[in-house]
């Protein structure tokens, strides 16, 4: 078996460092802190995924035809891996290209595709994703938000809660009941949102100013052709999509590189040479190995052709084992960090907690490995 990257892969990421380099603004570091889906770093994404989008670095994944350079899952991870440890500068775009805009190409009708292609692939589209309900998180097949059919037009009502970006988006990726069938009834509705009948509230989070919000729909109209697929196709649509999103989040790379910058002020303070942090330290890389190389299991066989199923929640959750470890360490043995001493480890500090909640559970990926992958029974009900 060779870990080694090829030539090629190796001149990517070198690529990817020196425009991050040369594109990044001085005070980055502390910038990023205002928060993942605040509205200062989305308007500053918006820049950086159009310097990004010039270089054909936006979309290196996507097919030719659509703006894309048709390459492989391997330069799709390389790419997220830079991303991340950089603290993801692309913000809210990284969903347009990890997972919307190839959900499109998967299953938009051809209007669709023509409408809403072109500026993801630009870089100047921001969408928000209106999944999560009260009461439907997890259990996302109960949600409520109901789309009644009226003539050419669908008549929604509802409410989503915990909606990144919903501030600021112009498009929401739209979950919807159309009929009483748990899973078979839901519907995708891709919402202009400044379509009247929406209302936007943001919630106050430790997470940044702006970061999520409640959005109420009351007898908001749009037409039959904003649907997504079929009637009822959601879930089929969403398990493509969430695969796609789960390849794209490399949070081992940021955690990795937090625990480095950790253990460099912590030697440089003489702090290190204390056994019992160098064996936490150890610990937290190994965690971030074991992430990486998991995520690298899945790379390597959609590299290969093959569709990945709910394997993925095995590398989601180490994944959310190294984040966790690694804020804890950070918590522990270099606390100033998050009173601003170091802009970089706080960034990661606010990235990590919420790792394991958003975009799905951590108990929820153990549920599915211990059934789905293991096979082991379900406890009877
Ligand atoms: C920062 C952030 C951004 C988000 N952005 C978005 C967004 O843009 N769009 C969107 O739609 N949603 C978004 N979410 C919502 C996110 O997807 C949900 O929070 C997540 O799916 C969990 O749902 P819940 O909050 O309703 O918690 P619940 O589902 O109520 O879970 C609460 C706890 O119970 C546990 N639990 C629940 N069911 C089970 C079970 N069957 N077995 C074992 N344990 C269980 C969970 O693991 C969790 O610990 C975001 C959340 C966060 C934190």
Redesign the pocket.
């Known amino acids: 078996m060779d870990f080694a990257w090829t030539s090629a892969e190796q001149a990517f990421r070198e690529r990817l460092r020196a425009f991050l380099a040369k594109t990044l603004p001085e005070d980055w570091e502390r910038f990023s802190q205002h928060g993942p889906a605040s509205p200062a770093l989305t308007r500053y994404a918006e820049t950086f995924c159009g310097a990004l989008a010039r270089e054909e670095l936006l979309t290196p994944h996507w097919p030719v035809e659509i703006g894309g350079q048709g390459q492989d899952p391997w330069h799709q991870a390389i790419l997220a891996e830079e991303m991340w440890i950089a603290g993801e500068p692309r913000g809210g775009q990284y969903m347009n290209v990890n997972w919307i805009g190839p959900t499109l190409i998967k299953y938009g009708s051809e209007e669709q595709r023509a409408r809403y292609l072109p500026p993801i692939a630009e870089g100047r589209a921001l969408w ?5 309900e009260p009461g ?4 996302l097949a109960s949600l409520r938000t109901r789309a009644v059919r009226d003539g050419d037009d669908y008549v929604v009502n509802g409410q ?1 809660i ?4 919903a501030g600021l988006a112009d498009t929401c990726f739209l979950l919807c009941r159309t009929s009483d069938d748990r899973k078979r009834g839901i519907t995708i509705l891709l919402v202009p949102m400044d379509t009247p009948g929406i209302t936007v509230r943001q919630i106050p989070s430790i ?1 940044g100013e702006g ?2 919000h409640e959005v109420f729909f009351d007898d908001m109209r749009v037409p039959a052709t904003a649907r997504l697929g079929e009637e009822g196709q959601a879930w089929e649509i969403i398990a493509y999509s969430l695969r796609n999103e789960r390849l794209g989040i490399p949070r081992y790379a940021l955690a990795r590189a937090a625990l480095d910058r950790a253990v460099a002020i912590l030697r440089e303070r003489g702090d290190f040479a204390r056994e019992a942090v160098r064996i936490e330290a150890a610990q937290a890389a190994a965690l971030c190995e074991a992430a990486r190389l998991a995520s690298y299991a899945i790379v390597t066989r959609r590299a290969e052709g093959e569709v990945v199923g709910q394997e993925s929640s095995s590398a989601r959750y180490a994944t959310v084992l190294c984040e966790r470890t690694v804020a804890e360490f950070v918590v522990e043995h270099v606390p100033e960090a998050l009173a601003d001493a170091h802009p970089y480890l706080k960034m990661h500090h606010q990235r990590g907690i ?1 790792a394991g ?8 990926q153990l ?1 599915i490995i211990a059934s789905d992958v293991l096979g082991l029974p379900r406890e009877p009900r």
């Not at 928000?128 to 999560?132: A, D, H, L």
């Open positions: 928000c994703q209106g999944f999560s439907s998180g997890s259990d989503k915990w909606t990144s970006y997470i970061d999520i919420v909640i958003a975009a799905g559970a951590a108990e929820i549920n």
